[in-house]
């Protein structure tokens, strides 16, 4: 990081101590004698080869001149792993977090991944299982049940079928049918009382047809302790069944249908308080500036905050601002809750036929996924803001329907292996919400007008925050209203706002169906036995249709914008009423939307492509470079705030166009080289790839945008710094690309001997964002809100990862028992959790060690393991954010990762 001193020494320290002291494991990538018989879609591991079809085809990792993670079943079980999350352990470049809500969970790869909890932004990093598209990588945090493997690619993607991405993918191929009948079972006991059973069963039904039938339960306590309603909160309650058939009619025909069905039922997700113990930075600033560093202030949750002892005042319990921000007792508003549901269903069909030299792809799938959650938005004990749970509570509905087509084959003797395809997706998203203030919102927003104009008024056990004191004001006791002529009206705005109480959002209802159609074709071409060049090219046309319709009771709002409006010109009193309107009608919560209603359309194509020269010098040496350009469709910004500034607020001409926003592309370069022996190998990438439009959901102090970042090639002059909206501008001919993303990232394997295999991973990878910068590609200023952005690394994109893991599996006499020892570890160097990149939001490096030991294979059926994850209890955050409405100096809030876990699991086959 640019802004804070570096731990990555220390960090490394501790994960070599790891390696030297415990034993570990992650990768899953032995490599050695290629196998003959490649086996599409397989996993081979005879004489440790490993078999990928990361370019649309069945290769051995290491002949694949792409930047890609292949992770075995078996590893991924060492691991503990249930959902994506849990792939962070074993890929380096990889980060996959959740924060308010676990639909809108996000993967970053090498730093790149979407920003922000806004469904109308596409994941930067697509992910598939079994070869169809999840609509949101958040869609993927659930049970996924046995796993056959996971391939992870780095860079843009897009010829090789599929979704298009502008960050890279995650291949999700789960256990298929088989041919000989198999059954297992697992039961699993942890702390919090964790139970999780898992079973299936594979039987041929003849010849040709085999089927296979699996299912996850799972329970657990939440890891946030609900003190004021007496609960647990990020608790697990959630099942999946999944059914599959494999047809073979005859050898060059197979027909795979799989049709599966998840649901969960969970309180999610609490946070709490940022301390200076955990975060240094999270202090208050002179003059209360947040966008200054702090020094030695008081905490941010300290009362020498003026807005703490309001909260105080108001109800607020204060052991939550005083506690350790790994306390996860919570002391929410009575009554409030975090109760959410989700279900996850589809069916899809994947057939091969191989008729001559030309093999046949379809992969057809239909998918539904709907999740809402309750929340107590303002994450305090004060009823501020809430959300009710129900089916409208922050709800996302989607139904997608993809088509894929491939055709493979070979030409001139084999010197030309070739693909070409065509890819349809349409996607139905409806998002609802049901956002209010609270009962507690008008008195306690009325205490931040109070502040304002001066501390020493505040009152909060007047509804207004001033009771008597109103006479200071209204000429009382000084003969003068302080305000002059505008004097009554100001109070009386201060009257109006606080009386908002349980008011705002009756519904909102957004839709936006997408079509998205492609011609894709990747091609291989074998220049000399040692040499090959590969020559991608796809071309996609996306559409996206919007309307929405909002119902809403605040008529507070209208009220005070009539009242009001008028001094916003007048310089002396416009912060004072711009304040007053600004918070009457935050995010735009006004019923002069009750009723309307708003649609728009947008259209876009994209040509995008790859071009890789690789070569083989030896056998088991493989030197490669390429030339990527990737692509992330635009769309509309699912959210009223955006509309407008509440300020310019213009009820006669509200414009759907306020919310669209462009598309973000990439051109990506990368140099590398893989060497494989059956002992040791070792894979190096170079990498710098240079986004345009980047896509960046943040909240700017009045509302949620979607901000496209470019830079300009011209000096600003630190205008891009300040914090003025209209200085800033750059000329469109000298717009260049905002985010940069360059580094080297290694990966190793070493086998010892027979039974026991090491890896290592590191990435160094500086994401961060150019000098100089700017809006959208017009050249416009920056939104003043990102003015820390300029130069410094991207949210959740540290500049060191490094992955290590060991598996052991000796022997135990000679009936075939085998141990099992296995423990693997991720340090992560320093970064800021927070979009804008505010002071306080920063996260030290840290690491993260998970183990398992046991024994297996006993009688051939049976294995008993204990395990442990994130072994020394590290306390560290996913994300940190603004605590809603808590300032002047604004208060952070924090989703912490889980805590130490542990337990144990019986297994059984049969």
Known sequence: MKRFPSRHHCALGALAAALAFTPTAAFAQDVGEPDADLVEGADVEDQNVIIVTAQGRSQVLADVPVAV?????????????????????????????????????????????????????????????????????GSALSELGPIDRVEILRGPQGTLGGRNSSAGLINIYTAPPEFDFSAYGAFTYGNYDAI????????????????????????RDGFYNDITNRGTINNRDRYLVRGQLLFEPNDDLSIRLVGDYSKKDEACCAATFVQPEFAPLARISAGFDPFTRPSD??????????????????????????????????????????????????????INWDFGNVTLTSITGYREYANSQGSDTDYTTVDILYRAPTENALARDFETFTQELRLTGEAFDGKLDWLIGAYYANEELQVRDNLRFGTQYGNFVACRIAIAINPALVNPGASNCLGANVAALDGTLTGSPAFGAATPAILAGINNLASISDLGTVSEVYNQTSENFAFFTHNIFAITDTLDLTLGLRYTNETKDFDATFRNDNTVCPTNRNLLGGFLGVPTLAPLAGGIISLSCQGNSTSELDGVSLEDSREEEEFTGTAILSWKPTPDLLVYGSYSRGYKAGGFNLDRSALSNPLAFDPANISAAALQFDEETVDAYEIGLKYSTREFGVSIAGFRQEFSNFQLNTFNGAFYIVQTVNSCDSDLGGADRDASATTGACSSDEVAPGVIAQGVEIETYLRPARDLDITLGVTYSDTSFEDNLIGDDTGVPLDPALRLLPGDNLSNAPEIVATSSLTWTPPIGDSGLEGLVFVNARMAGDYNTGSDLIFGKEQDSFVVVNGRVG????????????????????????????????????????????????????????
């Open 69 to 137: 993670s292949a992770v075995s079943g078996e590893t991924l079980q060492n691991s503990g792993a249930s959902d994506i999350r849990e792939l962070n352990q074993v890929a380096p470049s990889l980060l996959v977090s959740s924060t308010g809500n676990e639909a809108n969970g996000s993967a970053r790869i090498r730093g790149i991944g979407t920003v922000g909890d806004n469904p109308g932004l596409e994941s930067s990093v697509a992910v598939f299982v079994d070869g169809v598209y999840r609509s949101r990588s």
């Open 196 to 219: 999780r059973v898992e079973g299936g069963i594979n039987a041929p039904l003849g010849d040709r047809v085999a089927a296979r039938v699996d299912g996850v339960y799972f329970e």
């Open 297 to 350: 202030g008081a905490a941010l949750t300290s009362t020498a905050n003026p807005i703490v002892p309001v909260l105080l005042a108001l109800g607020q319990d204060p052991r939550a601002l005083t506690q350790d921000t790994f306390n996860r007792d919570l002391y929410p508003t009575p009554g409030r809750s975090y109760e959410g549901e989700t279900e996850d269903y589809g069916i899809s069909a994947e």
């Open 855 to 910: 024994l297996t294979n006993i009688a051939d059926r049976f294995a008993i393991e204990g395990w442990v994850n994130n072994l020394f209890d590290v306390g560290y955050t996913q994300v940190a954010f603004n605590t809603p409405f808590v300032a002047p100096q604004q208060t952070f809030s924090a989703f912490l990762a889980e805590p130490r876990t542990y337990g144990i699991t019986v297994r059984g086959k049969f």
